[in-house]
């Protein structure tokens, strides 16, 4: 069975490291030069934009799954949502588990960019009218909330690549010492794939914004309910 070369992984896992260090270094040095008040409301920007965009996310996989199947006249599947109550359910469920984590990155970059812009236009209003609150600056506290925006961010536009890497190696572990054919000999699990998604969700790019809250969105942009239960 193909492996991924360690070299490849070192590689992506070094790219995705270089975008978060240049997302950190961009954010600090901006909010480094920037009223505290700006850099501050951006941060809180960046931060509520998260639950609207979860919510938003849900609603756009349940309103596709309806208007696809609404569109489908086949009586096979007919058949199949009649014998299956839950079937739709389960449909649902599996849509938002694969699109929710990009439909919402998607929502929350536009919404990032609207709502930011929008607050920024009013803060900026508040500068020109020299408010002493408006217009006060300070490095080092520019700089931390600056550092706290990029983590935000970074974990936000990571999250589907998080999330489906620690889901899979979940379902590696829960398989056990399974054995996979390849051609006529039986390959330990433990020693294929289980390895090569172990090596990339392990990669550094990916395990710290994992436990700074990458997986918690990740389930909470994927959690569904089936027959009453999550």
């Not at 700089?143 to 990029?150: D, E, K, M, W």
Request: negative net charge.
């Amino acid at each position: 069975m193909y492996m991924i070369p360690p070299i490849v992984v070192t590689i992506a896992g070094l790219a995705l490291a270089a975008v978060a260090l240049i997302v950190l270094l961009v954010c600090v040095l901006k909010s480094m030069f920037r009223p505290v008040l700006r850099s501050g409301m951006q941060l809180v920007v960046a931060l509520t934009c998260i639950p609207v965009a979860l919510l938003l996310a849900k609603m756009a996989c349940k309103i596709a799954v309806d208007k696809v199947l609404g569109l489908i006249d086949l009586a096979v599947l007919q058949q199949v949502l009649t014998d299956l109550p839950s079937g739709q359910a389960a449909i649902e469920g599996l849509v938002q588990i694969i699109a929710a984590p990009f439909v919402f990155v998607t929502i929350y970059f536009f919404l990032w960019i609207l709502v930011g812009a929008i607050v920024g236009g009013v803060v900026r209003s508040l500068e020109k009218g020299e408010s002493s609150v408006a217009i006060y600056k300070n490095k080092a506290i520019g700089a931390l909330i600056g550092a706290v925006c990029a983590v935000v961010l970074v974990v936000v536009y990571l999250m589907p690549l998080v999330g489906f890497t620690g889901m899979v190696t979940e379902v590696m572990d829960t398989l056990g010492d399974v054995e996979v054919s390849e051609g006529e000999a039986l390959i330990p699990l433990e020693e294929t794939d289980r390895e090569t998604i172990r090596q990339i969700a392990n990669v550094p790019a990916l395990s710290i914004p994992r436990q700074l809250g990458g997986e918690a969105l990740f389930r909470a942009a994927t959690t569904a309910r089936l027959d009453g239960e999550k």
